[in-house]
């Protein structure tokens, strides 16, 4: 495949895409394959009038890579292409091992939440079948053996784009040398006790030796199984709608009527919408059986990764874990907005609604967690009736309610997030009043 053809390839790729994308932001680790990906997306750019960036993490794994920040940034410079470096710490206790690890670090430094950049990545054919093959090796299903999408939005951070899937190898070091292009070597991708390295190194060409199509073989398996995938998404996507409730959770026993395998299908859909790794065969009928206790609707909590599948009554959802621990107390001075439990804590001006302004600014105001025993008088002439009770009333799950602010004023609860405003502190109408809202989960 000449330069020309690369070229060609690459913008039909481009035109392929959902939607528009006016930034482009290329992983750059300085290696073959994305010197060879940014030197096209940057003859590229004017014609389809992206604007080009490129992104290099170190994670420090590998002496003397400190320098290849340095080497990247300056072939950015020749071709006048914006230039970020990120440092990122790697977790060696992640249960994936090293691999992983280093691969979610990237990930997470590459793709900001809410970043509308169109995140590309330089993985070639060779990368595919690799993926496939070791997926497949690892028992994957469907989805697993389908390998790396050519484009995959995220609810969470970049899309991301590999316009290189179908492009062998040895085109992309063909064009380097044809360009005269440097690229950095890094010594760990020869190092076979990492599996990934011992299929790239050892078990693909050895296939080859018999099957020497076997790189191309794969990644044409992995694109029928991604129709497959697909269809199964497809199938989640509906069974998901059919169980959906008003407020945007999903219902219980809609779920429960599914047939084991539809149902593990829902959960592997909500799963990845959350950016989450899809868990093996075992923990996924785990879950499933968990999730189809009759006592899981008193409130069951089951966790995977940074995500977990929560029950409680007719409803059931997904939300983040990992949130900090709330804070014993802290004073309230009238902020707009303050951090509680890693989430945002805000305060937003209303009229007639909410907390009397009035009322917040003649008395000491305290943010607390929950210590137990509170009371609180909901209703004007109301009884005083116990957090506890107004918490199963609300519907708020067991595991949400330790971690929760409650305001005080004057050593009085006046407000509780997710069951509401004391009587005593309600914005009269057409007064000015205070309403806080807390991002985290309720």
Known sequence: MPSTELHATVAAQWRRLPGPFPRLRVGFSGGLDSTVLLHVLAGLREEFGFVLSAAHVSHGLVAGSEAWGEHCRAFCGGLGVVFEQFDVQV???????LEAAARDARRQALSPPGDDALLVLAQHRND???T???RLLRGAGVKGGAGMRPFASRGEGAAVWRPLLEVPRATLQAYALSHGLGWIEDPSNADDTFSRNFLRLRALPLLETRFPAAAASLAR?????????????DLADLDLAAMRLADGRYGVAPAWALSASRLRNVLRRVLAMAGEALPDEERLSELERQFRLPSAQEGWRGELG?????????????ERRGFDEAPRAC?????????????????????????AAARLAEGACELRRRAGGERMVLQPGGPSRSLKNLFQEAGVPPWQRPGLPLLWVDGQLAWVAGVGVAAAFRCPPGEAGLLPWWTGAL
């Open 91 to 97: 977790d060696r206790r992640h249960p994936g091992g």
């Open 306 to 318: 940074g995500v977990a599948v929560c029950v409680y009554r007719a409803a059931w959802w997904i």
């Open 132 to 134: 496939v093959l070791f």
């Open 331 to 355: 004073l309230w001075t009238g902020q707009a907005e303050l951090d509680w439990q890693g989430a945002s804590l805000r305060f937003l001006a209303t009229r007639g609604e909410g907390l």
């Open 221 to 233: 398996s992995a694109r029928l199984l991604d129709e497959g995938a697909a269809l199964l998404d």
């Open 128 to 130: 595919q079948a690799e």
